[in-house]
């Protein structure tokens, strides 16, 4: 085995982290295309969770790995989305505090939001991966060129999915898609 990137090891035709995650060459070729990651809030980035303040807003726990990974996914030169069904201030100032590209809030049906991002930035769908969890998610993990859920997502997101993180929503899913698109997407060669 060799050292390839970011803790990921070639094995013949598969990748493996030092956690034992398999990346098939069907994945590996689905990252290669990728410049774009997409995601949903509640239940992807955070646990699902929602604390109710006592002055009425909400308020939602977000892991700090996870933010790292979005972070770093960002300095390699990718662009970066949220499009959720959620309106409230704590997403806007994780968003901002992540200097995240695009951000559309409430939107259950999530399909014109990521129409208008493909028109803004010019990716086509086989450019984006999109990371959901619920049946809203669907009909975008249908259209994008890697489609990614949680170990907690809906029976319907595993379906459409290629691929479902060893880490749990809201602790460590992000950083894991994160990392795999720094060592493996379209980016990765080309020296940015």
Known sequence: ????????????EEFVNNEGMNLSSDIIKRLSKIKMLVMDVDGVMTDGRIILGFNGEWCRFYS???GAGIVFLIK??????IITGANSPDVDRRAQHLKIHHVFKNHADKSPAYDEI?????????????????IFD????????????????????????HYV????????????????????????RQGV
């Open 1 to 12: 085995m060799s050292l390839i990137r970011n803790n990921f090891f070639a094995k013949g």
């Open 64 to 66: 700090v790995r996870d």
């Open 76 to 81: 390699a030169g990718y662009q970066t989305g």
């Open 118 to 134: 493909k028109k803004t930035t010019g990716y086509t769908n086989e450019e984006i991966c999109y990371i959901g969890d619920d």
């Open 138 to 161: 669907v009909p975008l993990l249908k259209q994008v060129g890697f489609a990614v859920t949680v170990p907690g997502g809906m029976a319907e997101a595993k379906a459409a999915s």
């Open 165 to 188: 993180t060893t880490h749990v929503e809201g602790a460590g899913a992000i950083r894991e898609l994160c990392d795999m698109i720094v060592a493996h997407g379209f980016y990765s």
